[in-house]
């Protein structure tokens, strides 16, 4: 992989301080992560009391993706000029906000609460800006460290939905929404305190030195910024099939008579799967690269979406969830090992946001379509098809960097930043 051949001959700058700083970053986005899931585990409860449509909802939980994307970039260059620990401290405070915000019950205030504070100024502000930090940390096993930092959505998955739905059917949704507001800020500002600032990367040997002015600063044989929209492009396909079942797997369930709690043990389960399995694609992708990783990924995704079409039997979706999790699990941090493999660390802080805002801008439009498709033809067989046919999509487009960048058995030969 690229980034490991820059470090040649150089000193890795990767040391238990390494692994402590992300295993750090895995607690605070164990508790960041949750969030968004207090409306998937509460959608059929929480539209029954507000008396609103399915897509409602659905648009407000894909506000809080897209905010998270957009945000990363304000937020990702707010904390190269204020502080990594500032920046964290104000998303988990908006977090917080935005969750009380959105208790209140009404539209707008789920609307302004879950998208611009809970979204844009909260997980805007925490995860992307960590992200780009533990990648600092990293040269040599960058992908696997990636990996297990974004498995914080699946901690969190496996972790709040079980305990959400007790609480929801005990107190209320409007309660546990509060009530987690204080978790947030009671976990993560204290968290901040062991952020340590990364260390500084080796320069470029010579030889790499060599190598990248030759190469001209072109990417996959494109100008650098050409290769980014192509990413971009292939991020938003890639997210929208993956939303629709984490986005409505509990009320899809809950549709077709699945006991409410056992519906949320199955999101749990596909969580946990897409966990366990994240750590492995984190490792592959150290040793083929990111784009290799994600077209893996991604052909593994297209099966399992395709199979939510073909069973509606309890033991039947809990193994196509499991599938699922087990395919979808490597694919978002594989776009960040990607943007490290083709481009400077010096570029990270703008570049990493930015496909990972048009990685949750699919997130949230797949989230959204999934819930307008529902309302309008009353079951969900159409979204699972609508999400095949943008798998293939991304596929493709995917397909295509990577037979520019040498196809499958070449990794990526262009030298970058560590």
């Known amino acids: 992989m690229a980034g490991a051949a820059d470090t040649a001959g150089h000193r890795s700058v990767e040391g238990r301080a390494s692994w402590r700083a992300a295993w750090i970053t895995l607690g605070i986005l164990s508790i960041s992560f949750g969030s968004p899931l207090l409306i998937v585990v509460g959608m059929k409860p929480m539209q029954e009391a507000l008396g609103t449509e399915r897509a409602v909802l659905a648009l407000a939980g894909a506000l809080v993706w897209v905010g998270t994307g957009a945000g990363g970039i304000l937020m990702g260059w707010l904390a190269d000029r204020i502080g990594l620990r500032t920046t964290i401290a104000i998303g988990a405070c908006m977090i917080a906000g935005g969750l009380a915000l959105s208790s209140t019950g009404s539209i707008w205030a789920l609307y302004v609460g879950q998208g611009l504070m809970v979204g844009f100024l909260g997980s805007g502000g925490v995860y992307p800006p960590l992200l780009v930090y533990v990648s600092r940390w990293f040269d040599r096993r960058r992908g696997t460290a990636i990996a297990l930092i974004s498995s914080g959505q699946y901690v969190a998955g496996v972790l709040w939905p079980t305990l959400f739905e007790r609480g929801i059917s005990s107190v209320g949704w409007q309660l546990v929404m509060l009530s987690y507001a204080g978790v947030v800020l009671a976990v993560i500002l204290p968290a901040t305190l062991l952020l340590r600032s990364p260390p500084i990367a080796p320069p470029l040997s010579k030889q790499a030195q060599a190598a990248a002015a030759k190469a001209g600063r072109r990417v996959a044989g494109l100008p650098p910024n050409v290769a980014q929209a192509i990413l971009c492009v292939a991020a938003f396909c890639c997210c929208i099939p993956m939303s629709v079942p984490q986005a409505h797997l509990v009320a899809f369930c809950s549709d077709i008579g699945i006991?409410?709690?056992?519906?949320?043990?199955?999101?749990?389960?596909?969580?946990?799967?897409?966990?366990?399995?994240?750590?492995?694609?984190?490792?592959?992708?150290?040793?083929?690269?990111?784009?290799?990783?994600?077209?893996?990924?991604?052909?593994?995704?297209?099966?399992?979406?395709?199979?939510?079409?073909?069973?509606?039997?309890?033991?039947?979706?809990?193994?196509?969830?499991?599938?699922?999790?087990?395919?979808?699990?490597?694919?978002?941090?594989?776009?960040?090992?990607?943007?490290?493999?083709?481009?400077?660390?010096?570029?990270?802080?703008?570049?990493?946001?930015?496909?990972?805002?048009?990685?949750?801008?699919?997130?949230?439009?797949?989230?959204?379509?999934?819930?307008?498709?529902?309302?309008?033809?009353?079951?969900?067989?159409?979204?699972?098809?609508?999400?095949?046919?943008?798998?293939?999509?991304?596929?493709?487009?995917?397909?295509?960097?990577?037979?520019?960048?040498?196809?499958?058995?070449?990794?990526?030969?262009?030298?970058?930043?560590?």
Not at 276 to 292: E, K, N, P, S, Y
Not at 330 to 346: E, K, Q, T
Not at 348 to 364: D, E, I, Q, V
Request: hydrophobic fraction near 55%; aromatic fraction near 14%; proline fraction near 4%.
């Open 259 to 418: 006991n409410p709690t056992r519906s949320a043990v199955m999101l749990s389960v596909m969580l946990a799967a897409a966990f366990v399995a994240r750590q492995a694609w984190g490792a592959l992708a150290d040793r083929i690269g990111g784009l290799r990783t994600i077209l893996a990924g991604s052909a593994c995704q297209a099966v399992a979406i395709a199979l939510f079409l073909t069973t509606q039997d309890e033991v039947g979706l809990f193994a196509v969830a499991t599938a699922f999790g087990l395919g979808f699990a490597g694919i978002i941090p594989s776009y960040s090992v990607a943007v490290r493999d083709l481009f400077p660390s010096s570029e990270a802080s703008w570049r990493m946001p930015l496909t990972l805002f048009t990685a949750m801008s699919g997130m949230a439009f797949g989230s959204w379509f999934a819930g307008f498709i529902y309302d309008h033809f009353a079951y969900y067989a159409p979204a699972f098809g609508i999400g095949v046919a943008f798998n293939i999509l991304n596929l493709t487009i995917i397909g295509f960097l990577v037979f520019r960048t040498g196809g499958l058995k070449h990794r990526p030969v262009w030298p970058v930043a560590a």
